[in-house]
C-alpha cells in the first residue's frame, strides 16, 4: 500500500468542498447552464483545461439519465477566462448502460458576440454497477513517500505570473520528474505526483477530470518553458477513487512539429487503476 499522505484536519466532503462550488452550474431551462469561472484555477490569466472539464462533466451528469462520465473527450477551441459563462448540452443517445451527450461552452467577447471555449462529446454510465473484474498488466507509478516529494511551495514558479490554481491542490512532485526546477531537465518528458485537493476533498469521478490536466506539463522535463495549451483531451474513468491521496503518472514519447501527447494515469490508494487520458498540447518552440 502507498504512504498516507497528510490531509486537513478537518477535510472538506464531497458536495461541498471549493472544488463543488466552484464547478457548480445554475439550470437556466432544460440544457442551458449559468457558471462563473473562478479565478481560483488559472494559470497565468487562462482558466485550466482540467478545471473547465470538470464544469461541462457537472452540466452533462444533469442532463443525462447516468451518474458517471466513462469517456470524456474534448476540443479546446479558444482559451477561457474568469467570469460568466453559459454551457449547453445535449443528449445524443441514451441507452441501459450508457448514455451520450455533447456540451460546448460560450463566453462574450469585448463587443459582446458569444465565442465558444471547448466542445465535449461523452459517454456516461453507472461506475457502481460494473462487474468487479480485473485483468491488466498495469501497474501503479513508483514515487517516494509525500514527505519525500516537493510542492509548488518548495522552489520557483516553472512559468511566470499567476498560478492560482497551486493554492487549490496537493500536489507533491516526485523528485526524480523535477530536473526543470533546478535547470537540469532530464529530457525523458515523465512528470510524476501525489495529488489531491488542498482542502482535502477525497477524489470523486468528476474530480478526475481535473486530475488529469493538474500537473506540471511534462514538456518542462523536455527541456521547454512556458504554457502549454491543451488542443484536444480524452479521458476514461475506469474506477470510483477509495478515499485518500491519488498517485499521477504523465508521460510524452514524441514532439515533433511544436505538438506534443502526454498520457496520463491515475491510481488511488488501492492500487488500482482510476483514470487514463491523453491530450495533445502545444509547444512553444526556440
Not at 473527450?73 to 451527450?101: D, F, I, N
Not at 500536489?171 to 520528474?177: Q, V
Not at 476533498?201 to 522535463?221: C, G, I, K, N, Q
Not at 504523465?250 to 483514470?275: H, K, M, P, Q, Y
Request: with cysteine.
Amino acid at each position: 500500500m502507498p504512504e498516507a499522505a497528510s490531509v486537513p484536519a478537518a477535510a472538506a466532503l464531497i458536495g461541498d468542498s471549493e472544488f463543488d462550488r466552484d464547478t457548480a452550474v445554475v439550470r437556466r431551462e432544460p440544457g442551458v447552464y449559468d457558471i462563473d469561472l473562478s479565478a481560483g484555477w488559472t494559470i497565468i490569466s487562462a482558466v485550466n483545461g482540467g478545471y473547465l472539464l470538470a464544469v461541462l462533466g457537472r452540466a452533462l451528469a444533469d442532463t443525462l439519465p447516468h451518474p458517471d462520465p466513462f469517456s470524456v473527450s474534448a476540443h479546446y477551441l479558444t482559451a477561457s477566462q474568469p467570469g460568466p459563462a453559459v454551457v449547453r448540452t445535449e443528449t445524443v443517445r441514451t441507452g441501459r448502460t450508457l448514455s451520450t451527450g455533447q456540451a460546448s461552452m460560450f463566453q462574450y467577447d469585448a463587443d459582446g458576440n458569444e465565442v465558444e471555449r471547448i466542445r465535449v462529446l461523452a459517454s456516461y454510465g453507472d461506475l457502481g454497477a460494473l462487474p468487479d473484474d480485473v485483468r491488466t498488466t498495469a501497474v501503479p507509478p513508483v514515487i517516494p513517500p509525500l514527505e519525500r516529494c516537493l510542492g509548488p511551495a518548495d522552489g520557483p514558479a516553472p512559468v511566470e505570473g499567476s498560478s492560482a490554481i497551486t493554492d487549490r491542490l496537493m500536489l507533491k512532485l516526485d523528485p526524480a520528474t523535477l530536473g526543470w526546477a533546478l535547470g537540469a531537465p532530464s529530457g525523458k518528458g515523465e512528470m510524476r505526483a501525489w495529488f489531491g485537493l488542498a482542502d482535502g476533498r477525497d477524489a470523486d469521478p468528476l474530480s478526475l477530470l481535473l486530475t488529469v490536466d493538474a500537473l506540471p506539463p511534462t514538456a518542462f522535463e523536455i527541456g521547454l518553458t512556458g504554457w502549454v495549451p491543451t488542443v484536444e483531451l480524452t479521458v476514461h474513468v475506469r474506477r470510483r477513487p477509495a478515499p485518500g491521496p491519488l498517485r499521477v503518472s504523465i508521460t510524452t514519447r514524441n514532439l515533433a512539429g511544436g505538438f506534443l501527447e502526454e498520457d496520463a494515469e491515475v491510481w488511488d490508494s488501492e492500487d488500482r487503476l482510476v483514470a487514463q487520458s491523453r491530450q495533445l498540447a502545444r509547444v512553444r518552440l526556440g
